[in-house]
């Protein structure tokens, strides 16, 4: 069965912005098909709906979540900051981005987050501060990112990566084998690809500090 919240939130977007599907698709790098797929409720892949929310500033989240709720508890969702409560689950800081490349953590790292308990139990490998605009706009600089250690992120999630000694923080575009390839959200930023990439986490949640 068509995806009516789906094609309802395309229908909207496209009469707001006053787009036919062909100039839709050439924002995203899609075809005009798929995004007429898209205003008719029909199944694209969670990347198209990456590409969709971002090029009209939308939370990425969200949309996978709506156009393939079957990957909702999959996805990492950094779009929407939340407000911690106060608690005593403090969330070692483990390192800063800065350009697209992580600084290396202290061994004792000195600051800690104080998350909710559950997002403290979500991001097992710490949080990462934001001074870069790799990740720009779903990361920006005085954001904090949670990490999990799970090391199998769906395509399309921000993942923290080591390529020799260095650590990044991108977004997962594309795992052939052993191959790896990452890419930053910022155009700027080269992307980095090789069989010598280690995935090391996942962000699961952002919080930011002024909305």
Known sequence: MPNEGLGEKVRAILTREGLTYAQAGDRIGRDASIV???????SVSAETLRRFALAFGESPGEWIALGRPELAEAVSEVSAPYAPRP?????PVIGTVK???????????GEFFPAVEEHARQADA???????????????????AGISRRKSPMRGAIV??????????KRLARRSGRTIRLE???????????????????VVWSHRQHV
Not at 87 to 91: E, I, L
Not at 126 to 144: C, F, Q, T, W, Y
């Open 36 to 42: 007429w797929r898209m205003a008719k409720g029909r």
């Open 87 to 91: 608690s005593t689950a403090g969330v």
């Open 99 to 109: 350009a697209d490349q992580v600084e290396r953590p202290e061994e004792d790292p």
């Open 126 to 144: 710490g949080v990462v501060r934001i001074e870069g605009h790799s990740m720009a706009p779903e990361l920006k600089p005085g954001d904090l």
């Open 160 to 169: 923290l990566a080591k390529r020799g000694e260095t650590l990044y923080l």
């Open 184 to 202: 930053s959200d910022n155009p700027a930023y080269d992307p980095i690809e090789g069989d010598d990439i280690e995935l090391l986490g996942v």
